[in-house]
């Protein structure tokens, strides 16, 4: 089983950049997937950016540019810088592990970008 534990999210103002990084623990193996979604009231969780183990990674279009998802493997650790932020991106950061078909989450970060 593994355990994610996100950090670093707050309250910041638009145009303004927060990191946020999530810390695996536990049964870790590779090779493996390491990513984002994010869920704002109301709406469903939506996929944001992923790492794989060899450092490919992948980005939802809204986040291109302005977000940069980076790992650690020696660390289990995986962050997310998010520039230029912007109201819209208010909403819970969960991040997330994958390995072959299992999936673990983590309980989330919550981030508000204030106007």
């Known amino acids: 089983q593994v355990q994610l534990v996100e950090s670093g999210g707050g309250l910041v103002q638009a145009g303004g950049s927060l990191r946020l990084s999530c810390a695996a623990s536990?049964?870790?193996?590779?090779?493996?997937?390491m990513g984002w979604y994010r869920q704002a009231p109301g709406n469903q969780r939506e996929w944001i950016a992923n790492?794989?183990?060899?450092?490919?990674?992948n980005y939802e279009d809204s986040v291109k540019g302005r977000f940069t998802i980076s790992r650690d493997n020696a660390k289990n650790t995986v962050y997310l810088q998010m520039n230029s932020l912007k109201p819209e991106d208010t909403a819970v950061y969960l991040c997330?592990?994958?390995?072959?078909?299992?999936?673990?989450w983590g309980r989330g970060t919550q981030v508000t970008v204030s106007s």
């Open positions: 536990g049964s870790i193996f590779s090779p493996n997937v």
């Open positions: 790492t794989h183990s060899d450092g490919t990674t």
């Open positions: 997330y592990y994958r390995y072959r078909q299992v999936i673990s």
